[in-house]
Nanobody, 124 residues
Framework: QVQLVESGGGSVQAGGSLRLSCAAS????????MGWFRQAPGKEREFVAA????????YYADSVKGRFTISRDKVKDTVYLQMNSLKPEDTAVYYC?????????????????WGQGTQVTVSS
């Protein structure tokens, strides 16, 4: 069974940091673009960040630029999201995603695989 399993979510105060991880199982995603999306209560799921399968290109939503960093370890088949200077508006369920299309279009393309999500809560 193909799975993307997120971990690292939790509760943190504003200004704090968290690191999310997403591990692949059941198949390799080494040739897939990987990304992170989030969904806050009452809102639609939104794009956060994406990284190309070569890890040479990264893309970010304007709301997280300069605070979040996406990276990947191709040996471990794991993608990470380092989140710094967290704000209450970053509170959401964060989802890992894998897609065969280029990372630069991941914000708008249909996604091939989704993780189950991990909760991030930022208190003021």
């Amino acid at each position: 069974q193909v799975q993307l399993v997120e971990s690292g979510g939790g509760s943190v105060q504003a200004g704090g940091s968290l690191r999310l991880s997403c591990a692949a199982s059941g198949r390799t995603f080494s040739r897939y673009a990987m990304g992170w999306f989030r969904q806050a209560p009452g809102k639609e799921r939104e794009f956060v960040a994406a990284i190309s399968w070569t890890a040479s290109s990264t893309y970010y939503a304007d709301s997280v630029k300069g605070r979040f960093t996406i990276s990947r370890d191709k040996v471990k088949d794991t993608v990470y999201l380092q989140m710094n200077s967290l704000k209450p508006e970053d509170t959401a369920v964060y989802y890992c995603a894998a897609d065969r299309n280029p990372a630069r279009t991941m914000a708008k393309d249909p996604i091939d695989y989704w993780g189950q999500g991990t909760q991030v809560t930022v208190s003021s």
